[in-house]
């Protein structure tokens, strides 16, 4: 399914005071070392929410190869601000929602507890373990999409961190290679927390969630990527030392990987 004959949801934009803007948490994950190799530009890249980019990023975007779009955010997100200028192009959307209630995921109790840690790394294991068919799913649009696949979520690091990590254990990448790459977000934080402002407040609302934008700003400064090198033990403590073990019992097989490898290596 493409997405260049969906209308661009501008109307629903304008009306919550959305500022279409470049993303400030894109990365290529080209050159990242994974077993054998790296992966090569192009083949993948991470991203904040790429529903309000503006008109010349998509076009750069598409430009350079983009044709493949995974939406990770919720339902709830999607409808408050579509798909936007991308959808005026030919690209094809999957919407894979990895986080469908975010009242499940995670509490003003938990954020107010100042351990950006303990917050974290059982949302993420959480993710890993409910959503592993849905990891399977965006992994093989990664190993069947011709050109450029960008994968991202609001922030680009929750659901977005969890399914880069999962490509990279794929791939054979150390741990210390995922946790270098979930890192990357945290210089990117108070930038993130200011472009997705205006979003953040209607979809937590529409939710039902009582969580105070300011103490999720206050959360998600307290960005630790050692989170990730938590997930990644706890993973392998409830897996018999496999962190992967969940996404390989919903469906990644070998074959999937060697198809991810032939798609991702340089």
Do not use: Q, W
């Amino acid at each position: 399914m493409t997405i260049a004959d969906t209308p661009a949801s501008s109307d629903r934009l304008e009306a919550l005071a959305v500022e279409l803007s470049a993303p400030v948490n894109l990365r290529d994950l080209g050159g990242t070392p994974v077993r054998d190799g790296e992966i090569r530009p192009g083949f993948a890249i991470r991203a904040d929410d790429l529903s309000y980019v503006t008109d010349e990023v998509a076009v750069a975007l598409v430009e350079a190869g983009l044709s493949t779009v995974i939406d990770l955010r919720s339902n709830v997100e999607t409808r408050i601000t579509g798909r936007g200028p991308l959808a005026d192009h030919a690209v094809t959307y999957h919407h894979v929602s990895l986080m469908s209630d975010l009242r499940s995921a995670v509490s003003s109790d938990d954020l107010l507890s100042g351990d950006y840690r303990e917050v974290y790394v059982p949302m993420y294991v959480s993710l890993f373990e409910r959503s592993a068919p849905l990891l399977v799913n965006a992994l093989a649009v990664m190993a069947t999409a011709p050109g450029t696949v960008a994968f991202h979520c609001a922030a680009g690091k929750d659901r977005t961190g969890v399914l880069a990590a999962s490509l990279l254990l794929a791939l054979g990448a150390d741990d210390d290679t995922i946790v270098d790459d979930y890192a990357r977000t945290g210089p990117n934080v108070d930038a993130i927390m200011a472009r997705t402002r205006a979003v953040v407040t209607p979809m937590l609302r529409a939710m039902g969630v009582e969580l105070d934008a300011a103490v999720l700003a206050a959360s998600e400064r307290a960005f630790d990527a050692e989170a990730m090198r938590g997930t990644l033990r706890a993973l392998r403590e409830r897996h018999d030392g496999d962190a992967l073990a969940p996404v390989r019992a919903a469906g990644l097989d070998d074959s999937l990987v060697e198809m991810l490898r032939g798609r991702a290596l340089a």
